[in-house]
């Protein structure tokens, strides 16, 4: 008996199912709190005053709507906003930015679970790279009569009316690849955020938002497009995910992943898909372990109490199952977390129930990192009528991402 009960969870995992053993622990954890601003343009000027909170926000740009992490160093992280508020009729005075921080994550041995925000850089366009209107090519914000700000106008500041920027990967030249949902496009910007050339379209695919829709019928739902973005390890090879299936697609479970090519900035025609375990969950992100693996988060749309599905799976591209789609293993359900040391603050078991999960990271064969989008100041997980905090969490899985040869060098 016991020898066929050990044997379960291998076949499991071989089947890409989950295992009924599988098991996650909280190693670390860090949080900066909800009202954490930076200095830029008054924002939330078209938003309604929201779980005790009322804007306008002057003269300063909430650090808020987490939705991609990039490793910089072993003390620091670049996280990257994304629209802002959540729609393109409301975010045209949030400016699209990535911050660097410092997390001092709170662990067994210590640690004061605050997290520093450090400098940060904006998208911009001052070469008029793209070649349609944006927010800063305005007088006012959009159907109003509020001046669009100065400092948006003269450097040519990208904000959330622009693009919705869902995930960012760094290529080995230093610059960056941003993935957005409005078009869906790629936005290709240097190290410092500047836009290198015209935003890239996915051809025959066009969200409500695209600007040259031209009275035409869009084929994806809004805010379903690039949410999750991998990066091969040569640099060479971009897999951007579109977060919701094409609306003329008889099968609303089938998620699709495009493959591009870097060198040509062409689509290769290449795409795999995803089936979602329920119709309307969307998925969070997409990161890379190896040339063909991939972590990718899988959630529903609800908060707190009422949660009741936010996990990580491992997809390979080399595995499709008969049905057509990439074979699923489960690696973590994020609403079970073992806390044994109560770094969390919640007792023996973690959970993390933010309606949007969007970041996530491997350190190691065994641990990944994950970070909310609070979608400030809307989202109220933790505590009903108050914004949602960023946490920034760190857990050590049961059974290992990959073979030997983690990212940082141990287990």
């Known amino acids: 008996m016991k020898r066929h009960a050990a044997v379960v969870p291998v076949l499991l995992m071989a089947l890409g199912l989950p295992s009924a053993t599988a098991a996650q622990t909280l190693e670390r954890f860090a949080s900066f709190p909800a009202d954490t601003f930076s200095p830029g343009p008054t924002s939330g000027q078209f938003i309604a005053p929201t779980n005790g909170r009322t804007p306008p926000f002057l003269d300063k740009q909430p650090v808020q709507g987490i939705s991609s992490v990039l490793r910089r160093s072993d003390a620091e992280f670049l996280v990257m906003g994304d629209n802002g508020f959540g729609a393109q009729d409301n975010s045209a005075d949030y400016v699209l930015r990535v911050y660097r921080i410092?997390?001092?994550?709170?662990?067994?041995?210590?640690?004061?679970?605050?997290?520093?925000?450090?400098?940060?850089?904006?998208?911009?366009?001052?070469?008029?790279?793209?070649?349609?209107?944006?927010?800063?090519?305005?007088?006012?914000?959009?159907?109003?009569?509020?001046?669009?700000?100065?400092?948006?106008?003269?450097?040519?500041?990208?904000?959330?009316?622009?693009?919705d920027i869902e995930s960012f990967r760094e290529a080995h030249d230093g610059t960056f690849w941003f993935g957005d949902e409005f078009g869906p496009f790629l936005i290709h910007t240097d190290r410092t955020g500047r836009v290198l050339e015209a935003p890239i379209p996915l051809p025959g695919v066009r969200a409500p938002q695209n600007p040259f829709l031209n009275g035409g019928a869009p084929n994806l739902g809004s805010s379903r497009g690039f949410e999750g973005m991998a990066l091969s390890p040569n640099s060479r090879t971009l897999y951007p995910m579109l977060e919701g299936p094409l609306t003329t697609d008889l099968d609303q479970q089938r998620l699709i992943i495009n493959q591009f090519d870097v060198r040509t900035r062409r689509y290769t025609g290449r795409q795999w898909f995803y089936r979602l375990d329920v119709t309307g969950y969307s998925i969070g992100d997409l990161t890379a372990l190896t040339a063909t693996r991939f972590l990718v988060i899988e959630r529903d749309n609800l908060q707190g109490d009422a949660a009741a599905f936010k996990k990580v799976f491992v997809v390979d591209l080399t595995q499709v199952g008969a049905d057509g789609f990439l074979v699923k293993r489960e690696v973590a359900d994020l609403l079970h977390i073992d806390d044994p040391h109560n770094l969390g603050g919640q007792g023996p078991t973690f959970r993390f129930p933010f309606q949007t999960i969007e970041s996530v990271i491997p350190f190691s064969r065994f641990r990944i990192g994950l970070l909310d989008d609070n979608n400030y100041p809307f989202s109220s997980a933790r505590v009903p009528g108050q914004p949602d905090p960023n946490e920034f969490i760190v857990i050590r899985l049961d059974a290992p991402l990959f073979g030997a040869g983690a990212p940082d060098g141990s287990d």
């Open 102 to 163: 410092r997390p001092d994550f709170r662990t067994a041995r210590g640690g004061r679970g605050a997290v520093k925000v450090l400098p940060f850089l904006t998208l911009r366009d001052p070469r008029r790279r793209i070649p349609f209107p944006i927010v800063a090519d305005s007088a006012f914000y959009y159907a109003s009569a509020i001046p669009v700000d100065p400092e948006i106008r003269e450097r040519r500041l990208l904000t959330g009316a622009d693009f």
